[in-house]
Each structure stands twice: as C-alpha cells, then as structure tokens.
C-alpha cells in the first residue's frame, strides 16, 4: 500500500470534521485557559470607563445621563466587547443612587423572608447552603405582589434597561433572586451560570458544541449590591476573561481548574446601589463573609434573551395590575420617557411568540403578532384604564394558546 502524502495528511485534516459534541473523555486543555486568562484590559479599549482594577472596568454612572443616546449607544458597545470579547465582567458604580429606595426594598425583602421561614418548610438552595444565608427565589413576582410602589421604582431604571438591551437586545425577560449572607457564609465553587451551568458534565456532553457558545449569549447574569460589600465579605469571584473558553462548561468542575480559579480569580469591593454584571460563562463563585458582623445583601439579576428560557416562571400581569396606575400618571408628566418604557420592558413580554397563528394575526408592517409591550405602549398612549388593559393582555394569552 503506497504512503499518504503529505498532501492527503493535510487534505484529511482540512475535510475531517471537527468532533460534534465535547466528551467527558477528552480533558479541556488548562492551558489554553491560562494563555486565555493572561490577557491584560486596558482603559484605551473602554474610553468611558473610570478605571480599570483587577482586570475588571469599572463606570461611574453619576458621570453619565441614559437619556443621551449617542452616551448611551457609546456605553452599550463598550459593555457588549467587554462581554463577549473582552474581561466578561464590569461594574456599574451608583446603578441605584437613592439609598433610601433600597433601603425601603430591604425591608420588604425581609417580610418576605419572615413571612417563608414561617409558613414553609425547607427551602432548596444551590448558594451558600449551610443555614447562613437567606434565599428569596423569584424575588422579582414577591417583591412586586408584595410592595408595587418600591417595585416600580425599582424596575423603572434605565440603567438596568440599557445594559440588558446591550448584551440581549430588545424582549429581554428579567428574573431576580435575593441573597443574603450573614458572616461565616461559607464560598461556592467555581461555576459558570444558567443555562449549560445548571446541568451535571454527562448532560452538558450531551449538546452540541455551538450551543456551548449559544448559551452564554442568552443570558446576561448581574447582581445589585443592597448593602456595603467591603473586602472580606465574600463580594463575587471572578476570573476575567474566562468566558472565552470554550470548553468551560466541561471542565469547571474539574480539580485542576478549580486550583487555578482559587490562585487567579480576583473580587471588588462594593458599595450599596452599585451593579456588577457579567457573561454567565465566565468562571466566578460566590466568596465567603469572613466578617464576625457584616450581613451581605444582593438582588441576583438573572435576564434572559426573548429567545432563551428563563430559569423562573414570571408572571408580569399581576405585577402590571398593581403598577398601571403608578405607570399611568408617570406617562402622563414623562411620556415615553427612559424609565416608563424601562418598566414596561421589566413586566410586559415583549417577545409575541409563541402564539397561535390562526388566531393572532401579523401587526401591519410586520410578520408578527402585536407583544404585550407594545400593546401596554399603545394602551399608555390611549389613555385606557386597568380594566381594558388587562383584559387586552389576558385576550392575547387566550388567543395565544394551541
Ligand atoms: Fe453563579
């Protein structure tokens, strides 16, 4: 039998396709993580931020007005590199500057918490897990069923509006989870997020590899800090620029690269209102609170892409029933102003699908069904009440059905 040339070596090489799946027997390369991890940021990449610590830009939102779209369009393209490209992970300093509303939402988190430890029995909890810390799943529906008022506020910044449209463009759905650490909350184990991150490495095998790379453009994980986070206190874990790996999802759980995390990841000091936000493939874990008296307090923001599915079943129409009064006279003084229509992105879908085509037909223009949000928009705009619009959006779920 002749030998293969050196030509049919480099032909085979070219057609052989590349393996469909990764494989609990192909190890990931630490290697090719450290080379990736080595990388260095720098503040020329990110002209707005104010600086750069730990590999990690940092903006200072009280330099920055949403409203000016050509600031606003500038901020969304530096946080969108960073994301995909660059470090995967930056803080908003002063997302919420009025103290006095999160201090208002603390404590409606709390009778929240109060009211669960009373009238449940054991809660799960992937987090700290060892009965020093409270959990509040779906903090976004509670919070909003429980205090409309500091709910709308809250999810009237367009802030939050505008870093979620950044990395998942419009119809984004927002899920929320409250976590709170009392010192000696022990530190979770390097990870990466929802989706790929929730499942064990023989499931993760399982899907293709593009859907490895899909995963983390479907989600967009954030925190908002709802107290002081000093250093010892168990502010998040990061490792800046890890998100790039494309085997991470197979290889996080592995000891080798949890001693790398442990000698490389970096964490920042953070100050209550501040956000920090970063691809959900990025490797980080939650640190623990060394503190003897120092209680940590965060909402976990977890926003899903219109084309993903959200870890936590939401239901914006009650949520949208208690606030449209409050919606309605803030359209009256603002019209569509940035935080009107960042609440309505907060509880409307804005995604019409999946619906029933025989009974939802185009919207003129378009080849979709009229949203939700754009029927809470036109409902805003002619002036209906409480009734017309919930009956609007509840016909549109009826008509949506199989
Ligand atoms: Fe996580």
Same mark, same amino acid.
């Given at each position: ?103 208002? %939402?603390?404590?409606?988190? +709390? ?66 989870? %409250? ?63 890890? +998100? ?21 990841? %970096? ?91 025989? %009974? ?12 939700? +949000? ?29």
């Amino acid at each position: 039998m002749p030998a293969t040339t050196a030509t049919e070596t480099l032909y085979a090489s070219i057609t052989q396709p590349p393996n469909r799946v990764h494989s609990t027997n192909r190890p990931p390369s630490l290697a090719t993580l450290k080379t990736i991890c080595s990388e260095t940021a720098s503040t020329k990449q990110y002209p707005h931020c104010e600086g750069i610590e730990s590999n990690v830009p940092i903006y200072n939102l009280l330099k920055f007005d949403p409203t000016d779209s050509t600031t606003a369009s500038a901020l969304q393209e530096e946080w969108y590199n960073i994301l995909h490209s660059g470090p995967g992970v930056f803080v908003l300093r002063n997302m919420y500057s009025d103290k006095a509303l999160l201090e208002k %939402v603390n404590g409606v988190f +709390q009778k929240i918490i109060d009211h669960e430890r009373s009238s449940s029995a054991k809660k799960g909890d992937h987090f700290a897990g060892n009965g020093k810390n409270d959990r509040i799943w779906n903090s976004f529906s509670k919070h909003g069923l429980q205090d409309p008022m500091s709910f709308f506020e809250y999810y009237s910044n367009s802030w939050l509006a505008l870093v979620s449209d950044a990395w998942l463009g419009p119809g984004y759905c927002i899920t929320a989870q %409250v976590n709170i650490v009392r010192p000696g909350g022990e530190a979770q184990t390097v990870h990466r997020d929802y989706h790929l991150g929730f499942q064990t490495a023989e499931e993760c095998a399982r899907y293709p590899k593009a859907m490895h790379n899909a995963s983390q453009f479907l989600t967009l994980q954030g925190a908002v800090a709802h107290s002081d986070m000093p250093n010892g206190t168990g502010s998040t874990r990061l490792l800046p620029f890890s +998100q790039r790996f494309e085997e991470g999802f197979m290889a996080y759980r592995l000891p080798e690269f949890n001693e790398f995390f442990l000698s490389k990841y %970096v964490s920042l000091p953070l100050s209550m209102g501040d956000g920090i936000f970063f691809n959900p493939a990025l490797f980080h874990a939650a640190g623990n609170n060394q503190s003897t008296d120092f209680v940590r307090k965060a909402n976990l923001l977890q926003i899903s892409s219109a084309f993903g599915k959200t870890m936590e079943t939401v239901d914006g129409l009650p949520l949208l029933e208690r606030c449209w009064d409050a919606l309605k006279q803030k359209y009256d003084v603002e019209g569509f102003s940035a935080e009107v229509t960042a609440f309505v992105s907060a509880v409307a879908a804005g995604y019409p699908f999946p619906t029933n085509l025989d %009974v939802r037909t185009a919207a003129p223009g378009g080849l979709a069904p009229e949203s939700e +949000q754009q029927t809470v928009l036109k409902a805003l705009q002619e002036n209906w009440d409480k009734q017309e619009i919930i009956g609007a959006i509840n016909q549109i779920r009826e008509d949506s059905r199989a």
